[in-house]
């Protein structure tokens, strides 16, 4: 099995790569989605992140205010590392949980879509990694202009990530977005074409029919010194 990983920053298109991804019909375990689900009502993240923030940060329905959080959480960095630790346990066990569905279904290629890839070390489980980077002054502008906030307040966002620039460094491929979508599906056939090259022999040995071929060659390696004694 191939894990792709594939991460950026806020503003820099990420989402939108994720789903040129699933457009072409490869699977993708996206970090966002299971954190909304660990944060739903009454379950364990929930419990904590309420005892940690207080009953301030819910909505009339009991559900967690996800914007109210988020303001709270990018204007102190110490509240956004307890966020995080609170948190991470939860979403590590669904990232994984979604991998394993895909593995019994089968997949041999996934893209793992995480925010915080290399914040969370995850990026040791995936091969290659694909930054989506988009220069300072665009990063900018487009956050400013998908969520309504002031530049001031865009920039507080961008900042309390990591940069995109360390991310590149630490990339295997980076798609620029500073540019076009024709550029940017332009990229994407060429990334295309490099992920769905066949799988290494480590790579089907971690698949399930890699697993399944294994185990079955021991099997009839057993029955075959058996039947030798």
């Not at 789903?19 to 072409?24: G, I």
């Not at 990229?187 to 971690?206: I, M, Y």
Request: charged share 25%; hydrophobic share 45%.
């Amino acid at each position: 099995m191939r894990i792709v990983g594939l991460t950026g920053g806020i503003g820099s298109g990420k989402s939108t790569v994720s789903n040129l991804f699933k457009a072409h019909g490869i699977p993708v375990v996206d970090a966002d989605v299971v954190a909304r689900n660990v944060l739903k009502k009454g379950t364990g993240g929930w419990r904590k992140v309420l005892a940690a923030f207080g009953e301030d940060i819910l909505l009339p329905s009991g559900e967690v205010d996800r914007p109210k959080l988020g303001q709270i959480v990018f204007t102190d960095p110490d509240k956004r590392q307890l966020l995080n630790r609170l948190l991470a346990p939860y979403i590590s066990t669904g990232i994984f949980l979604e991998v394993f569905k895909l593995w019994i279904k089968g997949c041999k290629i996934i893209v793992l879509d995480v925010p915080l890839l290399f914040e969370a070390k995850m990026d040791k489980w995936t091969k290659p990694i694909i930054v989506v980077w988009v220069n300072p002054e665009t990063q900018l502008q487009r956050l400013m202009a998908r969520d309504g906030t002031t530049a001031e307040e865009a920039s507080s966002r961008i900042n309390a990530q990591m940069s995109l620039d360390l991310k590149r460094d630490r990339a295997d491929i980076v798609i620029d977005n500073s540019g076009s979508i024709e550029d940017l599906n332009e990229q994407f056939r060429e990334l295309l074409v490099h992920v769905k090259k066949p799988l290494t022999w480590t790579e089907f040995g971690l698949s399930r029919d890699g697993a399944l071929t294994a185990f079955f060659s021991v099997l009839f390696g057993v029955i075959i010194c058996r039947r030798a004694l």
